[in-house]
């Protein structure tokens, strides 16, 4: 079984900055692609961004790419993001995700982590 554990998340003001970690583990794990959605508070869960394993990154708007930053460290099974400039509006819970191969579904998940942003 896959396991996928987030962290970093936390209260910061406007304008702040975090990083968020994911660390994968498992037999099986062997990801294809990793992504970091997120749900907000009444709203349904929206994709922000995904790297694959060799390194092609997608980011859902033009303002998460100027914002959000992720990256991996294959030798640790880690995917990281950076937010920077964060806004109110970026209060959510952040989840961290894997897919097996291109063109599957997001087939694991983590537990979530909180970032609330104050203004």
């Known amino acids: 079984q896959v396991q996928l554990v987030e962290s970093g998340g936390g209260s910061v003001q406007a304008g702040g900055s975090l990083r968020l970690s994911c660390v994968g583990s498992?037999?099986?794990?062997?990801?294809?692609?990793m992504a970091w959605f997120r749900r907000a508070p009444g709203k349904e869960r929206e994709f922000v961004t995904s790297?694959?394993?060799?390194?092609?990154?997608?980011y859902s708007t033009n303002s998460m790419k100027g914002r959000f930053t992720i990256s991996k460290d294959n030798a640790k099974n880690t995917v990281y993001l950076q937010m920077n400039s964060l806004k109110p509006e970026d209060t959510a819970v952040y989840y961290c995700?894997?897919?097996?191969?291109?063109?599957?579904?997001?087939?694991?998940w983590g537990q979530g982590t909180q970032v609330t942003v104050s203004s």
């Open positions: 995700t894997s897919r097996r191969a291109p063109g599957t579904a997001w087939q694991y």
């Open positions: 498992g037999r099986t794990f062997s990801p294809d692609a």
């Open positions: 790297i694959t394993w060799s390194g092609t990154i997608t």
